[in-house]
């Protein structure tokens, strides 16, 4: 699933689009972010905007991402040293299915927040949803087994 957002594209991958309920899939995010501009990491004054990812709690029933180190660039003008992504980066993270969920197609719902800045302004904080399409399979059940030799 890819979508952009002003100077920033973001490709989010499941690393499979199907799983059985409870199963735990890998998830990367690749950011690309246009020359001159710039998304804050953490950790962050309260005033500003980090780059998060959230999946919605409907298909997701737990959710950890690691992001890399963030550049630590001086603003002068604000008078801070501040944590920040430019250029291009990849987040990984895991997700899991939530228990229960019946086999069928669902759509796995998320936020991408952030806030775009460049040396000169800083654009109001954004937040994009995305869907991606997600199948739960049926559990796998063992075949009964058939005597042999009798």
Request: hydrophobic fraction near 35%.
């Amino acid at each position: 699933m890819s979508l952009t957002a002003g100077d920033i594209r973001i490709v989010v991958t499941p690393s499979t689009d199907h799983a059985v309920a409870g199963q735990e899939i890998g998830v990367a995010a690749d950011f690309t972010i246009a020359k001159g501009w710039h998304i804050y990491g953490q950790p962050l004054p309260a005033n500003y905007t980090p780059t998060t990812i959230v999946f919605d709690s409907d298909c997701v029933a737990k959710q950890s991402f690691e992001y890399p180190d963030p550049d630590k660039v001086a603003f002068p003008q604000l008078g801070e040293t501040l944590p920040v992504y430019a250029g291009n980066f990849r987040v990984k993270g895991k997700i899991l299915a939530r228990p229960g969920l019946k086999p069928g197609d669902y759509k796995l719902k998320g936020k991408l927040s952030f806030q775009e800045c460049s040396e000169q302004i800083c654009k109001i904080p954004q937040s994009v949803t995305f869907e991606i399409p997600f199948r739960i399979d049926p559990m796998a059940s063992a075949a009964p087994k058939v005597p042999t030799g009798a």
